[in-house]
């Protein structure tokens, strides 16, 4: 269980919120706008109406108590880059914020932000690639260059081997775990034979996932 500060309560601060809840943890919400406290109020331990771009308000908050602050405003860039920028002033030990666009996203990170999510960009690839192809079933993008993906166990490859196949060696990626009937089993050895019906999921570059299953 971790103590988070979520700042900013829109329509993704509040999903944030929710699933904050759902894992457990302690949430500490903010916002200027009183009706989406309110909101949020079932899913948090505590919160408060304020503006975060007031150092006097953010400091009576206790900003080095909370193991992770994330900053979710998405309507006002400028109170967004200002309040990550205090919040690391403050001794923020981990600051997440949320970016609209690839310049907001520079800004941020050379203001105090330790990452950025960029929701719109990142759901956007992932509609792209999960459908586009029929057999991609997930995808978690990991940087760059790198990503997981879940795929179906291609038909030519049913019954075959992990040592057969010999992915590894072919396409440079890696099978991390196999999906069967609602099960995940991690233990994947070079005699794992792979089932119809099942998935995979496997890790490495996007160009060479892309060329194993024709992407």
């Known amino acids: 269980m971790k103590n988070v500060l979520l700042i900013g309560l829109g329509r993704f601060g509040r999903h944030i919120a ?13 916002d200027i706008n009183e009706a989406r406290i309110n909101k949020v109020l079932p899913y948090v331990t505590n919160a408060q109406i304020g503006d975060s771009t007031n150092a006097e308000f953010l400091d009576s908050l206790g900003i080095g108590n909370f193991d992770v602050c994330i900053v979710t405003i998405g309507s006002n860039f400028q109170n967004s880059l200002e ?20 310049v907001q996203a520079k800004f941020l990170l050379r203001n105090g932000a330790d990452k ?12 792209a690639i999960r459908y586009t192809a029929d057999h991609i079933l997930d995808y978690i993008e990991l940087d760059d260059k790198h990503a997981i993906f879940e795929v179906e166990v291609p038909r030519e ?4 081997s992990v040592g057969q196949l010999d992915i590894r060696k072919k396409y440079d ?14 233990s994947v050895s ?3 034979h792979l089932a ?3 998935t995979l999921l496997v890790i490495g570059e996007y160009k ?6 024709r992407i």
């Open 173 to 186: 990626i890696n099978i991390m775990a196999i999906k069967e009937n609602g099960s995940l089993s991690a």
């Open 196 to 198: 119809e019906g099942s």
């Open 190 to 192: 070079p005699e794992t």
């Open 208 to 213: 060479a996932l892309q060329k194993c299953f």
């Open 18 to 30: 929710i699933h904050l809840d759902s894992f457990g943890h302690q949430v500490m919400a903010v």
């Open 157 to 160: 490859w049913v019954g075959k």
């Open 116 to 127: 950025v999510v960029y929701p719109e960009k990142q759901m956007a690839k992932w509609t």
């Open 83 to 102: 309040t990550t920028s205090l919040l690391k002033e403050m001794g923020a030990k981990f600051v997440v914020s949320r970016a609209e666009r690839d």
